[in-house]
């Protein structure tokens, strides 16, 4: 015999299979986009992870037939990467990737490196049809000690935030690079940041508007010059904005990645890694740094 089902009861089924519903609504109304790039970030993540761990499953993640390669020391395609992965020694290599952002087709990282020696980089990666077809990186060798802040290179906050300010975060940093780093027009400086707030993650700058314009004094009584010619790419997902542009350090041609963490409209934060541009004899393949 069945018991008859109390009212509570009845209540309370209903309650969990509204509760249910609405679940089962919201994961079907969740956007493609959203988990495409967590897809995106997972593969790109195991990808650089692999360069530790040896396994051969994420590389899947790359078009076989088209890997356009931008690092100027490693060869093109697939065939160049898996070259450079042969030199390391067995088990030398450590990998660990603090962050790691999406905006469109492109997955950007920021990286910990330890293969042929400590390294911080930042690495782009564009998708197409699913793979990875594109790669650009910069990379700078870690310091032996931290900025005269006390920060490290990759200290500090890693999830994006203000997912809805992506657009506006990006003309604003952008704004800032071309204003003040290409053309210098320092009378609009100090309309970028809030007062002397700004958090310096630079090996040799300490923080605030007042630390950058030390280093910089300081560079140009050493006759050190640095010069930003052009904007070449700005990716950015919410509060974080990665810029890479094109210039000279000492009278050498230069990458520049700077990541920027805006916060209320004014840039809060920044990171960064600086490489040379070898002469083209030495590149190991013909596409160009950017």
């Known amino acids: 015999m069945f018991q008859p089902i109390s009212r509570s ?67 093109d395609g697939l065939a160049g990467f898996g070259a450079v992965l042969a030199q390391l020694p067995k088990g030398s290599a450590r990998v660990n990737t603090v962050r790691v952002f999406a905006d469109d087709d492109y997955v950007f990282t920021h990286t910990e490196y330890d293969f042929f020696g400590p390294k911080v980089g930042f690495d782009i990666f564009r998708f197409e049809n699913g793979k990875i077809v594109e790669h650009w990186d910069n990379l700078q060798p870690t310091p032996a000690q931290a900025n005269p802040s006390g ?32 053309n210098g027009r320092m009378d609009r400086l100090a309309g970028y940041f809030d007062g002397d707030r700004y958090l310096q993650h630079n090996p040799q700058i ?7 314009s030390a280093a910089l004094q300081a560079l140009a009584s050493q006759g050190v010059a640095i010069r930003y010619d052009r904007i070449h790419r700005v990716l950015g997902e919410g509060d974080f904005v990665l810029v890479a542009s094109e210039g000279e350090f000492g009278g050498k041609p230069t990458a520049f990645y700077d990541l920027f963490r805006v916060e209320n409209g004014k840039i809060a934060e920044h990171w960064d890694t600086i490489e040379t541009i070898p002469p083209r004899p030495e590149w190991r393949n013909a596409n160009g740094k950017f």
């Open 9 to 75: 009861a009845l209540s309370r089924t209903a309650t969990a299979c509204s509760l249910l519903l609405c679940l089962s609504v919201a994961a079907a109304n969740q956007p493609k986009e959203n988990t495409m790039n967590a897809s995106r970030k997972q593969q790109v993540v195991d990808l650089l992870k692999s360069i530790e761990t040896g396994d051969a499953a994420p590389v899947a993640a790359i078009n076989h037939d088209k890997y356009i390669q931008h690092n100027l020391a490693v060869g």
């Open 151 to 182: 920060r490290s290179m990759t200290d500090g906050p890693g999830v994006a935030t203000d997912l809805d300010r992506t657009e506006a975060n990006k003309e604003r940093v952008r704004g800032f690079v071309d204003d003040i780093l290409v």
């Open 206 to 212: 300490a923080d605030g508007l007042s630390g950058l």
